[in-house]
């Protein structure tokens, strides 16, 4: 496979908040992977695609500035392989990921997406939320603050002043849901799939994990959770993904945040090969057009 060669760009650091190591690692993992497999694959810096490009015409990437999702999305309209796509990069922004899974029935929280200047409380109250989680609806987070949890109405609407302040136009307000978290990790169209509890491995991007706590071991169906993330993924326009879900008491099973290309850190050993195998799939149905 020494004809197949790819630019592989990295994810800019501000992008990568508490796990700049972990998300430069498991890029490199498949890097090795796919030159083990005959692949050239030429590796360049976000800032290094922003400013000057890139020739090759197959693309894997961990992007998430504006600037890199545009010009992401101008190359995929021009013909060339990108994986993550640009516009499935962009959708798991907020607003749009909530958007995207109500609309297409997929379990996720209660939510309502409001502008950062408006009374939220009545809708709030309306909704019947006790406690809820803002986030910025209009891209990725990058600050703890870009994903806040409020007891009660009056402190969401303190929260989204401070959002209106910093420049956020839009959020998302997800019900609060009371169960296990759990965190995954897959590849559309491959049978890989991994999740754990993230509270109980240590596993921590902003601290989070802390308000539903230690898992319980609440039973739930795993097929079904593999089903409902890789709809997800399709939906989404996502290849290689990664978030975490909700189970409840009863077994019921809610996606609350759906990511482009996460870490893999607990499983990256595992999860490169798996992630070479399904890019090297889809280059080759490509080649095939």
């Given at each position: ?20 190591g972990n998300d430069t690692a498991i890029f490199n993992a498949v890097a090795d992977q796919l030159r083990i497999r005959g692949c050239i694959v030429n590796i360049y810096s976000e800032d290094q695609f922003n400013k000057s490009g890139v020739n090759e ?11 890199s999702i545009a010009q992401l999305q101008r190359l995929e309209d021009d013909g060339r392989l990108v994986i993550n796509s640009g516009y499935g990069i962009e959708n798991c922004t907020r607003e749009r990921m909530t958007r995207i899974l109500m609309g ?186």
């Amino acid at each position: 496979m020494a004809d197949i060669t790819i630019a592989g760009i990295l994810r800019a650091g501000a992008y990568s908040p508490n796990h700049i190591g972990n998300d430069t690692a498991i890029f490199n993992a498949v890097a090795d992977q796919l030159r083990i497999r005959g692949c050239i694959v030429n590796i360049y810096s976000e800032d290094q695609f922003n400013k000057s490009g890139v020739n090759e015409r197959i693309i894997l990437n961990m992007c998430r500035e504006r600037a890199s999702i545009a010009q992401l999305q101008r190359l995929e309209d021009d013909g060339r392989l990108v994986i993550n796509s640009g516009y499935g990069i962009e959708n798991c922004t907020r607003e749009r990921m909530t958007r995207i899974l109500m609309g297409n029935n997929i379990p996720y929280p209660d939510s309502i997406i409001v502008n950062t200047n408006e009374n939220v409380r009545p809708l709030i109250n309306k909704a019947g939320f006790q406690s809820c989680w803002i986030k910025r609806g209009d891209f990725h987070a990058m600050h703890k603050e870009d994903v806040s949890y409020c007891r009660h109405a009056d402190e969401a609407q303190e929260v989204l002043q401070e959002y209106f302040y910093r420049g956020i136009t839009r959020a998302v307000i997800n019900v609060h849901l009371v169960g296990d978290l759990i965190k995954f990790y897959g590849i559309k169209g491959s049978p890989y799939f991994y999740w754990f509890y993230p509270f109980d491995k240590g596993h921590s991007k902003y601290g989070h994990e802390m308000i539903n706590g230690e898992s319980q071991g609440l039973k739930f169906d795993v097929d079904y959770l593999k089903e409902i993330c890789n709809r997800a993924a399709d939906e989404l326009n996502t290849v290689i993904y990664g978030g975490d879900c909700i189970v409840s008491a009863e077994g019921d099973i809610r996606i609350i945040d759906f990511n482009d290309w996460p870490s893999f850190a607990p499983c990256r050993d595992e999860a490169a090969p798996h992630i070479a195998k399904q890019v090297l799939a889809i280059i080759k149905e490509y080649k095939n057009k």
